[in-house]
């Protein structure tokens, strides 16, 4: 089989809880991923996807376009939600995609691309489809019927750092989710946030003086040269920010 190359878009998936699931079902849980197999592969192979991979509960596949894999997100959640599974048992799954330019080798996709689209999906809970910045902007209002979107907002996750992540909500199946899995920030993310909270009060404060007048010194600068000083004031104090920018850059590298 021939994996798409170019611009592609990734569709993780994966049982929530499925240790949960076995312990509770026994044997009865190899029918449940018998049938959760069966149902997303009809539903991705004929939204033209790809299978890529598959590890136990869980599928990779890719979309030549982003509408299609979104569908087939949608329509695969549908199915999942529509079907009686054995023993009475609650399976959801969760849901991540993400489109990028992978390069494709002897043993499929290689690239960033792949781990950010698992760990879009690996942030997510079981009935959630995360979709990541990239591909939000490739589907723009172009979404299945009964979809909305919903901004999570800029998360930090595993090994990605920064990624503005988007969720596609059923109208059926509306519910709040839990906060996303992602990483807590380390002490240069906090230190840096801290930098940036002190320069932008500092600069506020300096620049309010240049123009104002405020304090003795501006007042009497003001007086003698006018506009001219405030000018050269507010150069110096460019100069002063960027330096201190620098320096909060210096610290993150540093941790």
């Not at 299609?68 to 949608?74: F, L």
Request: aromatic share 6%; net charge negative.
């Amino acid at each position: 089989m021939t994996l798409p190359g170019g611009t592609v878009t990734f569709l993780f998936t994966d049982i929530e809880g499925s240790t949960r699931l076995l312990q509770e079902l026994g044997e009865d849980y190899g029918q449940v991923v018998a049938d959760h197999r069966r149902l997303l592969r009809d539903v991705f192979q004929a939204g033209e996807g790809r299978e890529v991979d598959t590890q136990g509960d869980a599928f990779f596949y890719s979309f030549a376009r982003a509408r299609d894999a979104v569908r087939a997100a949608v329509e695969g959640q549908r199915k999942l939600a529509g079907h009686t599974w054995p023993g009475g048992a609650g399976v959801r799954v969760r849901m991540g995609l993400h489109t990028g330019e992978p390069t494709v080798g002897e043993e499929g996709y290689v690239g960033l691309d792949v781990v950010r689209a698992a760990r879009i999906c690996s942030a997510g809970h079981g009935g959630q489809i995360l979709v990541s910045e990239t591909t939000r902007a490739l589907v723009g209002n172009d979404l299945p019927e009964g979809v909305s979107v919903r901004d999570l907002g800029r998360q930090h996750l595993k090994d990605i750092q920064h990624e503005h992540v988007y969720e596609l909500s059923l109208d059926e199946g509306k519910r709040e989710f839990p906060p996303l899995k992602v990483e807590r920030k380390g002490r240069a993310d906090a230190m840096a946030e801290e930098f940036g909270r002190r320069i932008e009060d500092y600069v506020h404060q300096q620049l309010e003086a240049a123009l104002t007048g405020s304090g003795p010194a501006n007042t009497t600068k003001l007086a003698k040269s006018g506009l001219g000083i405030a000018a050269g004031g507010l150069v110096v104090l460019v100069l002063c920010a960027a330096a201190i920018v620098a320096i909060v850059l210096l610290v993150k590298l540093a941790f």
